[in-house]
């Protein structure tokens, strides 16, 4: 064979390889940059799918935490409420408790002043009787004493030797 057509042969043939070569070599890039994108894609993909999934638990946790501390704040505004009540029971009772001891005052009061008045009236009744009772024995010994005819110094002298005689002892 000759030259002419062997190197216009090997030259197309080195051509022909070249742009095979060059054209699986491309054809390959773009499938590796193709599998790259869909690489992409998917891990772009999962990672979409795990920061959603972590949003729900991270938002779920918020409002776990929301609700453990409104439970909480619910249970210590409820404890409040019933010391308040309890308090505000014993307050009362204690209300009460001084509301009868002061209307048991006044009653004792108002008794102690009816009695008081009783006192005074039955002592003015006393009084009245004693002055009755003097004036009556006045009159009465002012009456003895004319009858008898003896004066009360004499009266009593006589009464007095009469006692004394009476009390020392006979032999």
Known sequence: ??????????????GLSFFLGWYLNGRSGQNRV???KDQAKKVISEAEREAETLKREKV???KNE???RKKEFDNEVQSKRSKVQAQEK????REENIDRKVEL?????????SFKRELEEKSRGIETKRLDLD???????????????????EAKRLLMENLANEATPKQ
């Open 60 to 62: 779920l946790e918020a």
């Open 90 to 93: 014993a307050l009362d009772q």
């Open 135 to 153: 004036r009556l024995i006045g009159e009465e010994n002012i009456r003895l004493e004319r009858m008898s005819g003896l004066t009360r110094e």
């Open 34 to 36: 193709l599998s790259a």
């Open 1 to 14: 064979m000759e030259l002419t057509i062997v190197i216009p042969l090997i030259l197309v043939s080195i």
């Open 105 to 113: 005052i006044a009653t004792k009061e108002r008794e102690q002043a």
């Open 66 to 68: 929301w609700y453990a």
